[in-house]
């Protein structure tokens, strides 16, 4: 195939690939300062993120375009779309979309940390996007830098030349200047018929209440202009383009946008499922006849049902989750029916992160009180008739009589971990399910592990584990293998004799019985003392497998009144009336939000 | 919507002790015998400042506590009682009470306290266990509650109240049961038996926080709660509110007008005061008590004024601690036995063994009254809704 010819040569599109707290955003404030993108009165740190829960946790959830002048020593002046994108593993998808819109991308390596898995994986993902990688070694003012061992990871990485590689810090401002030019001279202009029918790959979107969805596009033939009509390619509505813009700290309205361009269009479309990210836009006049390559859909990977604490919440949930997904189209949710908690939503998240973020998001911008049910993976089961069903909730696991195997989702997981903590990760892994593949030393300070394992294991609480077995220095990346069959059975929870459905999991047999017994020690610490004793048992199928007990409650009454301080005593008892009003009442008993929470932190043997 | 057909209280406080009780979270100072008669000019303005501004009820209590009030000396005390007469009108009074520790008040002292008109006395003898009155940081002996027992009955007090504590850390059932049946024999009128609460701010919390120290457990405490019901009772004692045991008629009327939600006014560092409308509660500080009065000013710290919902738990909250139970019309003025138990069925149904509902009132059984917060806890997460319709 020919290639089409370079549609604006004076433009350079690019992203920021990084393993998480390498410097992505610090080093794309520098570039906005070098610039002169933001005025300094405008400058702040982490000046892309603009989301409350992005700067307190120090990174990036959502892809943030944004578009620089630079004029090189060539003499020319050049327009650089710089798209910042996350770095945590649950946000990969955000990465490989981002991508598909540049033609290159900065490799940014900490100088003291060096190749980490998400250096590795995000690599990969640029390389298999053909973009041209620049790498940079950041932080390498530090006392602690080891810039030898990093440009050798880097080169074992992406198999570049060690003088290809930049030194710099984002921080002083050393060798920014070198990363502008090297923009310029190594990473191609885009390229697209610029006279032909349009066509616009949309990358990204996000939602205001005023304007509707904002498509976050790269053009890639032709041109759009506002006030035309554009058309679809994921449906028929035809939509009449209000504006089109470039980038800056803010959106900044053109008259069109041209090949070669990254920028946003707003059309008035009021419901998202007319703007689908990954579709192309073209015009309705002279339309493309073929479609850009999209994106594969993303699928989530753990699911969990989210609950109102207060019933009557049940409806504001469903908008305020219609109002995230408008910015975040991973998330995914269906409505759910549980005996212990009423009426909710099962919800489908890109990993734990994301579940964390979006019930952070529900409860801060919407003010929900949630409780989260325990997370887990989606089972295949297949039956003894043959059939194949998926389950991704515990309760939906059918009868064992009826099942001839459950197959669970694998993963391969690549961990990278400084030398010294090789069996300690290796234990970990293991004892996680994990099967050993393989081990290459990327340097005398970097091992590259590989393993495969179940997903439903990492995605408690493998990371803080792996965390803490390495001191800290290990990380991990992971991608889905398929499924494979396990010795898999539901573990259920009755209190008072009844089930607690939000309570199921699905565990290992080897893991069963220590679960069992760690949730029900767990859950007689949170379930406070009722009118009569209430038995908490662990059961798989109608096997007993655990037990404890909440004595009964003996006495609930304050002794003194405080003379005549009304006020104190009657506060005392609103408090307390406000504890039961976010209880769950489960058959008899009733059963604290905790008691939901404190499921997904344990692990048998706690 | 001033109430003069309506009784009210008359509470001062005064805030003065020898030594701090390791339990206590009341206000209370030491070494400020310097300030006693200050303090007393100051209650007379806080008083005049008080009536002037207006305040319902025909006073027929007065309660004087503390604090240690009987440091005072008869004469402090007696002008506090002419200018309160002066202030808002004793001549209704019935029941007049005034706290005294063991040890602290001789028989001259107590002799002045009759000849003021007191007629009730509220003696904090605590327990009869020399370890458990040091562990509370009492400094009277057990001798010193029969002393001044006896003391108090020749000064011609034939209306006194005995306070006890039990669920002290150290204490068994049988060193508490001996004690209450010391109590039984030598007859007081009243006998006011608390469970030790660990209070906030207090050496005992400190030290229960620090892990220094732990109470003896729910299951103690009931068992002990339990015991003083049966022994009480089975003396003649009616325990007509949680942790109040009386002779027939000799309930204090002061403390029910608190319980029932009618007006008292309060005076002094701390004390707290209601009108029928608004509770108000005075800095508690004495310096800056003083400093506000003697400028002419309320010396408040706060003041609040009852929603219907307020209004509703507290009558809920204090109805379900006494014997007499909460009349369902002070809950709502037209409210009947059918909406009250349409309103509260789901509370009616789960605490079926621990309530009765009879005569217009709601009242704990002898299973309920040990539950009676989380009863009335349950019950207020009604109000919320209903609160909105009446008044």
């Given at each position: 195939m020919?290639k089409?010819?370079v549609?604006?040569?004076n433009?350079?599109n ?17 570039l906005?300062?070098t ?12 000046v892309l ?6 700067r307190?946790?120090?990174i990036?959830?959502?892809?943030h375009?944004i578009r620089?002048?630079y004029?090189?020593?060539?003499g020319?002046t ?5 798209i ?6 649950d ?9 598909a819109?540049?033609?290159?991308a900065?490799?940014l390596v ?7 898995a998400?250096t ?5 993902l640029?390389?298999e996007?053909d973009l ?5 070694i950041?932080k390498?003012?530090l006392?602690?830098?080891?810039l030898e ?10 198999g570049?030349?060690e003088?290809e590689?930049?030194?710099a810090?984002?921080?002083t ?5 070198q990363?502008?030019a090297?923009?310029?001279?190594r990473?191609?202009p885009?390229?697209?018929?610029g006279?032909g029918?349009?066509?616009a790959l ?6 205001d209440s005023?304007?509707?969805?904002i498509?976050y596009?790269r ?9 035309q009509s554009?058309?679809?390619?994921a ?5 009449e383009i209000?504006?089109?813009g470039?980038?800056?700290l803010?959106?900044?309205p053109r ?9 946003y269009l ?6 998202v ?8 836009i073209?015009?309705?006049r002279?339309p493309?006849?073929?479609?850009l390559?999209g994106?594969?859909?993303?699928k989530?990977m753990v699911?969990a049902g989210l609950?109102?604490?207060s ?14 997904r408008?910015?975040?189209a991973?998330?995914a949710?269906?409505p759910?029916?549980s005996?212990?908690?009423?009426f ?16 952070e998001r529900?409860e ?6 949630l ?8 089972y ?10 998926t389950v991704?909730?515990p309760?939906d696991?059918p009868?064992p009589?009826s099942m001839q195997?459950i197959r669970?989702?694998?993963i391969?997981a ?8 090789l069996g300690?990760?290796?234990k970990?892994?293991?004892e996680?399910r994990g ?7 990327m ?6 592990l ?6 439903a294991e990492v995605i408690?609480?493998f990371?803080?584990r792996?965390k803490s ?6 990380s991990y990346?992971y ?6 069959p396990?010795a898999l059975?539901?573990?259920d929870?009755m209190?008072?004799g009844?089930i607690?459905?939000a309570?199921s999991?699905?565990?290992?047999t ?6 069992g017994?760690?949730?029900c020690?767990?859950?007689?610490e949170?379930i406070?003392?009722q009118q ?6 662990a059961?798989?199928g ?13 006495k609930?009454?304050?002794a003194k009144c ?7 005593k ?13 209880m ?11 008691a939901f ?5 344990v692990?048998?043997g706690? | ?6 009784t009210?209280?008359?509470y001062?406080?005064?805030?003065f002790?020898?030594?701090?009780c390791s339990?206590?979270?009341?206000y209370s100072?030491t070494?400020r ?6 303090l007393?000019?100051?209650?007379q ?7 002037a ?5 025909l006073v ?8 240690t009030?009987s440091l005072?000396e008869?004469?402090?005390?007696g ?5 309160l ?5 004793l ?7 005034v ?12 002799h002045g306290f009759r000849q ?9 003898m605590?327990?009869?266990q020399?370890d458990?009155?040091?562990?509370l ?8 509650n029969?002393r001044?027992?006896?003391a108090?009955r020749g000064?011609g ?9 039990y669920?002290?850390p150290g204490?068994s ?5 001996a004690?209450?049946?010391?109590v039984i024999g030598l007859?007081p009128e009243h006998?006011?038996?608390?469970s030790?609460t ?6 005992l919390?400190q030290?229960?926080e620090?892990g ?8 103690l ?5 339990a015991a003083t019901r ?5 003396a003649?004692y ?13 309930e204090c ?6 319980w029932?939600i009618?007006?008292y006014?309060?005076l002094g560092?701390?004390?707290h005061?209601?009108?029928g409308?608004r509770?108000y509660?005075?800095m508690?500080?004495l310096?800056?008590y ?6 002419g000013?309320?010396?408040e710290a706060?003041s609040?004024?009852?929603?219907p919902?307020q209004?509703?738990?507290?009558r809920?909250a204090?109805g ?5 139970g909460?009349?369902i019309r002070s809950?709502q003025?037209?409210?009947t036995t059918?909406?009250?138990?349409e ?12 309530l009765e509902l009879?005569g217009g ?5 002898a299973?309920g009254?040990?539950l ?11 109000s919320?809704a209903?609160g909105?319709?009446d008044?």
């Amino acid at each position: 195939m020919v290639k089409p010819p370079v549609c604006n040569p004076n433009a350079r599109n690019f992203c920021i690939i990084a393993h998480i707290d390498h410097g992505k955003s610090t080093l794309a404030d520098r570039l906005l300062e070098t610039t002169h993108t933001v005025s300094s009165k405008d400058m702040q740190k982490q000046v892309l993120d603009d989301m409350d829960l992005e700067r307190e946790r120090g990174i990036t959830i959502k892809s943030h375009p944004i578009r620089m002048e630079y004029s090189h020593t060539d003499g020319r002046t050049y327009t650089l779309n710089l798209i910042d994108t996350p770095g945590h593993v649950d946000f990969t998808y955000e990465v490989s979309r981002s991508l598909a819109a540049c033609e290159g991308a900065l490799l940014l390596v900490d100088a003291s940390q060096g190749v980490e898995a998400q250096t590795v994986s995000n690599a990969f993902l640029a390389m298999e996007h053909d973009l041209h990688i620049i790498p940079v070694i950041n932080k390498a003012d530090l006392p602690n830098a080891m810039l030898e061992d990093v440009t050798a990871q880097i080169v074992d990485l992406i198999g570049c030349s060690e003088d290809e590689i930049i030194t710099a810090s984002a921080k002083t401002g050393q060798g920014v200047d070198q990363i502008l030019a090297t923009i310029i001279d190594r990473i191609p202009p885009p390229r697209g018929d610029g006279a032909g029918p349009a066509r616009a790959l949309i990358f990204d979107s996000t939602y205001d209440s005023f304007r509707g969805a904002i498509a976050y596009i790269r053009i890639i033939d032709g041109e759009l202009p506002k006030r035309q009509s554009a058309s679809f390619f994921a449906h028929d509505r035809d939509y009449e383009i209000d504006e089109v813009g470039i980038f800056r700290l803010k959106r900044e309205p053109r008259e069109k946008l041209v090949a070669g361009d990254v920028g946003y269009l707003i059309a008035g479309i009021k419901d998202v499922k007319f703007l689908q990210v990954g579709d192309t836009i073209t015009l309705s006049r002279s339309p493309a006849r073929e479609p850009l390559a999209g994106y594969k859909p993303i699928k989530p990977m753990v699911f969990a049902g989210l609950y109102p604490v207060s019933t009557d919440d049940f409806e504001n949930l469903r908008t305020s989750l219609d109002k995230l997904r408008l910015n975040d189209a991973s998330l995914a949710y269906i409505p759910e029916t549980s005996v212990a908690l009423g009426f909710g939503f099962r919800c489908g998240f890109l990993g734990l992160l994301h579940m964390e973020i979006i019930q952070e998001r529900l409860e801060r911008e919407f003010n929900l009180n949630l409780i989260t049910t325990s997370p887990n993976v989606e089972y295949e089961v297949v039956t003894k008739d043959g059939g194949a069903i998926t389950v991704d909730s515990p309760v939906d696991m059918p009868h064992p009589g009826s099942m001839q195997e459950i197959r669970e989702p694998y993963i391969a997981a690549e961990i990278i971990t400084p030398p010294e903590y090789l069996g300690g990760v290796m234990k970990l892994c293991q004892e996680k399910r994990g099967a050993y593949k393989d081990t290459h030393y990327m340097s005398a300070n970097k091992v590259q592990l590989k393993y495969e394992m179940p997903l439903a294991e990492v995605i408690y609480d493998f990371f803080d584990r792996l965390k803490s077995v390495s001191r800290g220095y290990a990380s991990y990346d992971y991608e889905l293998i398929g499924t494979r069959p396990g010795a898999l059975k539901r573990l259920d929870i009755m209190i008072a004799g009844e089930i607690v459905d939000a309570l199921s999991i699905v565990v290992h047999t080897d893991h069963a019985a220590a679960h069992g017994r760690s949730l029900c020690k767990k859950l007689k610490e949170v379930i406070h003392r009722q009118q009569f004793e209430v038995p908490i048992q662990a059961a798989m199928g109608s096997r007993i497998i655990a037990r404890e007990t909440v004595k009964a409650l003996r006495k609930n009454v304050t002794a003194k009144c405080y003379g005549g301080d009304i006020t104190r005593k009657r506060k005392l008892l609103e408090r307390q009336k406000e504890g039961k009003k976010r209880m769950k009442q489960v058959g008899q008993v009733e059963i604290p939000q905790e008691a939901f929470l404190s499921i997904m932190k344990v692990e048998p043997g706690d | 919507m001033p109430q003069t057909t309506t009784t009210s209280g008359q509470y001062i406080h005064i805030p003065f002790c020898i030594a701090k009780c390791s339990y206590c979270d009341f206000y209370s100072v030491t070494d400020r015998s310097d300030t006693f008669d200050r303090l007393v000019a100051a209650l007379q303005v806080e008083m005049e400042l008080r009536a002037a501004a207006g305040f319902s009820g025909l006073v027929d209590t007065v309660y004087i506590g503390g604090g240690t009030p009987s440091l005072l000396e008869p004469r402090q005390l007696g002008t506090l009682i002419d200018a309160l007469d002066r202030a808002v009108g004793l001549e209704a009074v019935r029941e007049f009470t005034v706290e005294a520790n063991p040890g602290e008040a001789p028989p001259d002292k107590l002799h002045g306290f009759r000849q003021l008109g007191m007629n009730r006395l509220s003696l904090g003898m605590q327990s009869f266990q020399p370890d458990l009155l040091r562990f509370l940081g009492r400094i009277h002996n057990p001798e010193d509650n029969l002393r001044t027992f006896e003391a108090a009955r020749g000064a011609g007090f034939d209306n006194i109240s005995v306070d006890l504590i039990y669920n002290i850390p150290g204490q068994s059932i049988q060193t508490w049961t001996a004690d209450l049946r010391t109590v039984i024999g030598l007859a007081p009128e009243h006998i006011s038996a608390y469970s030790l609460t660990v209070e906030k701010g207090t050496p005992l919390h400190q030290a229960v926080e620090q892990g220094d120290l732990s109470m003896p457990g729910d299951d103690l405490d009931a068992d002990m709660f339990a015991a003083t019901r049966d022994i009480l009772g089975a003396a003649g004692y009616r325990p007509y509110e949680t942790s109040n045991f009386a002779r027939p008629g000799r309930e204090c009327r002061h403390n029910l007008h608190y319980w029932r939600i009618e007006p008292y006014m309060g005076l002094g560092p701390s004390a707290h005061g209601f009108d029928g409308q608004r509770r108000y509660w005075n800095m508690a500080d004495l310096d800056k008590y003083l400093d506000l009065v003697e400028a002419g000013a309320i010396p408040e710290a706060g003041s609040e004024r009852l929603t219907p919902e307020q209004r509703q738990n507290e009558r809920l909250a204090f109805g379900l601690r006494l014997e007499e139970g909460l009349k369902i019309r002070s809950i709502q003025p037209d409210m009947t036995t059918e909406m009250f138990i349409e309103r509260y069925s789901r509370q009616l149904r789960k605490w079926s063994h621990c309530l009765e509902l009879s005569g217009g009132r709601l009242r704990t059984t002898a299973n309920g009254a040990i539950l009676a917060d989380a009863i009335a806890a349950d019950f207020m997460t009604e109000s919320a809704a209903a609160g909105q319709t009446d008044d």
